[in-house]
């Protein structure tokens, strides 16, 4: 590995359709140095990552120079998306996680990062078949084995569980050893200790440059929220158990998903499902949604009614407002911010119907709770990712659901977003007693109303308890910053 580069800006603007998104950008990361960047969510982080990488035109310079002389350093560039939509060839041939990553680097530097990454057992699985923080893993090895000079990471630790955060805190703090020069969009809570200065943006333009020891010198403090009234939402009351499951095992291939569940979820409850990554928390979530195939040939009861007993997945899922890491990357580049909340009255991925007046009214309270009007008629790719997770939770409520089965809800939103989502949902759930179900790899975004927990272990439930647990008034997710060593 050469030596580090140093990367200097200066005035670096871009500007689309008449509209300023990066405003005179200019700063110095010397050699040696590893920025994070933070911001709200559209401040304009993602778009300077891009910029960075060269996919994004712009005015202004960017200079790369190592020991003083102009270089041209590999820059590799992680973005904030789903990590299967760069892998589609892979997909479609059934490609195995080592057979993917083949293609990039030699064998022994694929089963070297494997081992380092803890993802050894999964290496023979097909992608398809690997949880989202798995293919957030591949993702990453994928792009190391090119031996970037320059790694710009976009929210990498969105979607991994405690152990995971840790292994890829002391993989980017032994990169920066390295001579690797590394770039991080995250939020102040998880900062690796590699990280020597952090850029604050906000409106399209770096607002505070520093080191950052100075940021324990920074209140973090999050906007008063008005008690804005909710739109219109039914009260949530049914008799009976909404979920029941009898010693429920999925499998996949040799691959045993779940392992006899044995689960009752009664109306009003609200439940953590906690597990590291692949524990089979999401394909619990699909067979309540109806999106599991396997789900006929099981002991499942929805809603008091066994599953194969006549009801369509469509009577299902209007009973359910789902979100997953998975929807946001179903809908079609096209479909504006308006007709994806508004397709949640039909469970579609599109809107094929025309709307009645009371349905697009209700639309434009939802766009207007989440500050979102000036935005319905946007694209949902041109929305920032934590616009869209509002965009989809919007979607989620927009028909009066009898139960949230949320996968990482807070995914991809600033500090302020999921403190207002996490309120948010203890709102809901006391105005309109629903029923929650809620997967999160961080304790402090899991709403106050959670009191029970099923925790999965390779399939396994390892636990299942009641909890009595204080409302988070003050969470230290949204104080000071938190760093792994």
Same mark, same amino acid.
């Given at each position: 590995?050469?030596?580090?580069?140093?990367?200097?800006?200066?005035?670096?603007?871009?500007?689309?359709?008449?509209?300023?998104?990066?405003?005179?950008?200019?700063?110095?990361?010397?050699?040696?140095?590893?920025?994070?960047?933070?911001?709200?969510?559209?401040?304009?982080?993602?778009?300077?990552?891009?910029?960075?990488?060269?996919?994004?035109?712009?005015?202004?310079?960017?200079?790369?120079?190592?020991?003083?002389?102009?270089?041209?350093?590999?820059?590799?560039?992680?973005?904030?998306?789903?990590?299967?939509?760069?892998?589609?060839?892979?997909?479609?041939?059934?490609?195995?996680?080592?057979?993917?990553?083949?293609? &990039?680097?030699?064998?022994?530097?694929?089963?070297?990062?494997?081992?380092?990454?803890?993802?050894?057992?999964?290496?023979?699985?097909?992608?398809?078949?690997?949880?989202?923080?798995?293919?957030?893993?591949?993702?990453?090895?994928?792009?190391?084995?090119?031996?970037?000079?320059?790694?710009? $990471?976009?929210?990498?630790?969105?979607?991994?569980?405690?152990?995971?955060?840790t292994v890829l805190h002391k993989v980017i703090n032994l990169l920066a050893t390295e001579g690797v020069t590394i770039i991080l969009i995250a939020d102040r809570h998880e900062l690796p200790a590699s990280i020597t200065h952090f850029a604050e943006m906000a409106g399209g333009t770096v607002i505070n440059y520093a080191p950052v020891e100075k940021l324990g010198f920074m209140k973090s403090v999050l906007p008063r929220e008005p008690e804005t009234p909710l739109p219109s939402l039914k009260k949530a009351y049914h008799i009976g158990p909404l979920i029941g499951m009898k010693q429920v095992s999925i499998r996949s291939g040799n691959t045993l998903l779940l392992n006899n569940i044995n689960w009752q979820v009664n109306n009003g409850e609200c439940w953590l499902i906690k597990g590291h990554n692949g524990a089979g928390k999401s394909t619990l979530l699909r067979l309540i949604n109806g999106d599991h195939p396997q789900a006929y040939a099981q002991q499942i009861s929805l809603f008091?009614?066994?599953?194969?007993?006549?009801?369509?997945?469509?009577?299902?899922?209007?009973?359910?407002?789902?979100?997953?890491?998975?929807?946001?990357?179903?809908?079609?580049?096209?479909?504006?911010?308006?007709?994806?909340?508004?397709?949640?009255?039909?469970?579609?991925?599109?809107?094929? /119907?025309?709307?009645? /007046?009371?349905?697009?009214?209700?639309?434009?309270?939802?766009?207007?709770?989440?500050?979102?009007?000036?935005?319905?008629?946007?694209?949902?790719?041109?929305?920032?990712?934590? /616009?869209?997770?509002?965009?989809?939770?919007?979607?989620?409520?927009?028909?009066?659901?009898?139960?949230?089965?949320?996968?990482?809800?807070?995914?991809?939103?600033?500090?302020?977003?999921?403190?207002?989502?996490?309120?948010? $949902? /203890?709102?809901?759930?006391?105005?309109?007693?629903?029923?929650?179900?809620?997967?999160?790899?961080?304790?402090?975004?899991?709403?106050?109303?959670? &009191?029970?927990?099923?925790?999965?272990?390779?399939?396994?439930?390892?636990?299942?308890?009641?909890?009595?647990?204080?409302?988070?008034?003050?969470?230290?997710?949204?104080?000071?910053?938190?760093?792994?060593?």
């Open positions: 590995m050469e030596t580090y580069c140093s990367i200097i800006l200066n005035n670096v603007s871009v500007q689309q359709a008449g509209h300023l998104l990066l405003d005179h950008i200019s700063f110095t990361l010397n050699a040696g140095e590893h920025l994070a960047i933070f911001g709200a969510s559209g401040s304009g982080k993602s778009l300077l990552a891009q910029v960075l990488k060269g996919s994004l035109l712009h005015t202004g310079s960017i200079e790369y120079k190592r020991s003083g002389r102009p270089a041209a350093p590999f820059v590799a560039y992680i973005p904030s998306v789903h990590p299967l939509e760069n892998y589609v060839a892979a997909v479609k041939s059934g490609a195995t996680l080592t057979e993917t990553l083949l293609h &990039k680097g030699p064998a022994a530097d694929v089963t070297n990062w494997l081992e380092k990454f803890q993802l050894t057992p999964r290496a023979h699985a097909p992608i398809t078949r690997l949880s989202y923080g798995e293919l957030k893993k591949m993702q990453l090895i994928d792009h190391l084995l090119g031996q970037p000079d320059i790694l710009i $990471l976009d929210r990498i630790f969105t979607g991994l569980d405690v152990k995971s955060r008091g009614r066994k599953r194969g007993s006549g009801e369509s997945v469509w009577d299902i899922k209007r009973r359910i407002g789902f979100i997953s890491p998975e929807l946001q990357h179903l809908f079609d580049r096209d479909i504006s911010v308006f007709e994806v909340i508004g397709s949640g009255f039909f469970d579609t991925i599109g809107l094929f /119907e025309k709307l009645d /007046e009371a349905q697009a009214l209700k639309v434009k309270e939802w766009l207007s709770f989440f500050s979102l009007q000036d935005k319905a008629r946007h694209l949902m790719t041109t929305l920032s990712g934590g /616009e869209r997770r509002l965009v989809l939770l919007a979607r989620a409520l927009i028909k009066d659901p009898l139960m949230l089965a949320l996968d990482g809800p807070c995914q991809g939103l600033d500090d302020s977003q999921s403190a207002m989502v996490v309120r948010l $949902l /203890e709102r809901i759930h006391a105005e309109t007693g629903m029923t929650l179900l809620f997967i999160s790899h961080y304790e402090d975004e899991v709403p106050s109303c959670v &009191k029970h927990i099923i925790e999965l272990e390779n399939g396994h439930p390892t636990l299942y308890k009641k909890i009595a647990r204080p409302a988070f008034a003050t969470s230290k997710k949204y104080t000071l910053t938190h760093r792994v060593l």
